[in-house]
C-alpha cells in the first residue's frame, strides 16, 4: 500500500544533540500529523499540522508544514535519552480520516 | 494510557485457520479504525467504522471484515490467514470521524501466523 517517504531511517546521537527528519510524498495531504510509538504500545499523537506552511512546536518538538503540502519536517532540540523510540510521519487528505504512514524513523540518543 | 484496549495482547495462529481481535473504544467515543504495522513499517489503514457501519476501507482483501457493537467497541475478523498477516494489528477510537486530536491508539495485538 501507499507509504510516505521518511527519512532517515534511523539516528544515532549523543544527549543534548538537536535531531531533524522530513517526510515526503507524491500526493498532497490536508493534514500531517507526527507520531512516537514506544516498545509494545500504539503510536502516541506529538504534533497536527493543519495548514500549508504552519510551524507548530510542542515544547522542544517543533513541526512545519511544508507549502507544497507534500512534505514536512520534525525537529527535536536538546535530545533527552527518553526521546529514544520510532517516529512516524502520517498525512491525511480525506475527510474520514484515513491515516497514510512513513516508514518510521528509529531514534536512538547516546547518554 | 489512553483508555483503548485491545485483546488478545499475542496470539499464534496457523495458516488458513481464522482470528477475531477486539478493540474496546475510550469512552464516548464513537468511531474505530484498524491498522496493521508488519515489523519494521509503519501502520497501515484497514478500515474504519462510525456508528456500526463501515466508513472507509484500505487495499486489504475481503477476508479482513469488521464489526461495531452499539457500545462502540469492534472486531477486526480475518479469515484464511496467510504468513503475511503476521503483523502487530492496532486500533484507534476517536470521537466523530474527526480531527486526530481525538484519535487515541490501543497497544495493539500482534498476531503470529505460522
Known amino acids: 500500500g501507499q507509504q510516505l517517504n521518511q527519512s532517515p531511517q534511523s539516528m544515532f546521537i549523543q544527549e543534548g544533540e538537536d535531531v531533524s527528519m522530513n517526510c515526503t510524498s507524491s500526493?498532497?495531504?490536508?493534514?500531517w500529523l507526527w507520531y512516537k510509538q514506544d516498545p509494545g504500545e500504539g503510536p502516541v499523537l506529538l504534533i497536527a499540522?493543519?495548514?500549508?506552511?504552519e510551524l507548530t512546536s510542542n515544547g522542544r518538538l517543533t513541526a512545519q508544514f511544508g507549502i507544497t503540502r507534500k512534505d514536512s519536517f520534525l525537529n527535536i532540540s536538546a535530545s533527552i535519552p527518553s526521546d529514544v523510540g520510532i517516529y512516524f510521519c502520517a498525512g491525511r487528505h480525506t475527510s474520514y480520516g484515513k491515516l497514510t504512514f512513513g516508514q518510521g524513523t528509529i531514534l536512538t540518543v547516546h547518554p | 494510557e489512553t483508555g483503548v484496549t485491545q485483546s488478545p495482547t499475542h496470539l499464534i495462529k496457523t495458516r488458513g485457520q481464522q482470528v477475531t481481535l477486539r478493540c474496546s473504544s475510550q469512552?464516548?467515543?464513537?468511531?474505530v479504525s484498524w491498522y496493521q504495522q508488519a515489523l519494521g513499517q509503519g501502520p497501515q489503514f484497514i478500515f474504519q467504522?462510525?456508528?456500526?457501519?463501515?466508513?472507509g476501507r484500505g487495499n486489504f482483501p475481503p477476508r479482513f471484515s469488521g464489526l461495531q457493537f452499539p457500545n462502540y467497541s469492534s472486531e477486526l475478523n480475518v479469515n484464511a490467514l496467510e504468513l503475511d498477516d503476521s503483523a502487530l494489528y492496532l486500533c484507534?477510537?476517536?470521537?466523530?470521524?474527526?480531527?486526530?486530536?481525538?484519535?487515541?491508539f490501543g497497544p495493539g495485538t500482534r498476531l503470529l501466523v505460522l
Open positions: 467504522y462510525y456508528r456500526e457501519e463501515e466508513n
Open positions: 484507534a477510537s476517536s470521537l466523530g470521524r474527526g480531527t486526530p486530536k481525538t484519535q487515541y
Open positions: 500526493s498532497i495531504f490536508n493534514t
Open positions: 469512552s464516548g467515543h464513537n468511531t
Open positions: 499540522l493543519y495548514k500549508a506552511g
